[in-house]
């Protein structure tokens, strides 16, 4: 069973420019989630998606978002990047119901954003 | 709100010995999971162990055992025999709605 898939896995850009990252799911896994996780702040919500529908969102700017799509792969977005946005990306993808212990979460390996 | 505290940012341990992560938390739910999760140098986060509130037995895979105490708000990690592969960050998580909430890790250095 293929795990969950994060592309790219390492990217450079310059501030202001944006960047898209994409997550594929372990099949049959219909939430996909994404943390942002640096030294300084640990791991830090971003959003939730459960069939194409955003459940949830953390406290980051408007410069910061998401959807997916049919297939439950997920896609982020960061606008007018910041040198504070230097991060890894973590996107891990679940069941998805809520009141099961079997709502593991399953992480990819991680994009790590540098903004130069 | 739920939170998640843990208080060892960084500890090291002998190879084969026994090792201890704290964690405590806090939420207003009664029946709810707790989770450690492992992050190697390599960075891929696996669960290591996971337990469920109501249940009064400790959890235990292999290597790694949970000590719970709801009332304390504590879910503490044990991990026996430790390896080399054991070096790692260790993070504690709790699910919150429609997410985890996770402490800010302990990294965990075993020693040859």
């Known amino acids: 069973k293929a795990g969950v898939t994060q592309t790219p896995r390492y990217l450079i850009k310059t501030r202001g420019q944006q960047v898209t990252l994409s997550c594929s799911p372990i099949?049959?896994?219909?939430?996909v989630s994404w943390y942002q996780q640096t030294p300084g702040q640990g791991l830090q919500f971003l959003f939730e998606y459960f069939s194409e529908t955003q459940r949830n969102k953390g406290n980051f700017p408007g410069r910061f978002s998401g959807r997916q799509f049919s297939n439950s792969r997920s896609e982020m977005n960061v606008s007018t990047l910041e040198l504070g946005d230097s991060a890894l990306y973590l996107c891990?993808?679940?069941?998805?119901?809520?009141?099961?212990?079997?709502?593991?979460?399953?992480f990819g390996a991680g994009s790590r954003l540098t903004v130069l | 709100a739920q939170t998640v505290t843990q208080s060892q940012p960084e500890m090291s341990v002998q190879e084969a010995e026994t090792v201890t992560l704290s964690c405590t938390y806090d939420t207003s739910e009664n029946n709810y999971y707790l989770f450690w999760y492992k992050q190697p140098p390599s960075r891929q986060m696996i669960l290591v162990i996971r337990q469920e509130a109501y249940k009064q037995q400790n959890a235990t895979e292999n290597r790694f055992s949970v000590n719970f105490q709801k009332a304390a708000k504590s879910f503490s990690l044990k991990i026996s025999d430790s390896q080399l592969g054991d070096t790692a960050m260790y993070f504690c998580a709790l699910p919150g709605t429609y997410k985890y909430i996770f402490g800010t890790g302990t990294r965990l250095k075993v020693l040859a």
């Open positions: 891990a993808s679940s069941l998805g119901d809520r009141t099961s212990g079997a709502n593991v979460l399953t």
């Open positions: 099949s049959g896994h219909r939430s």
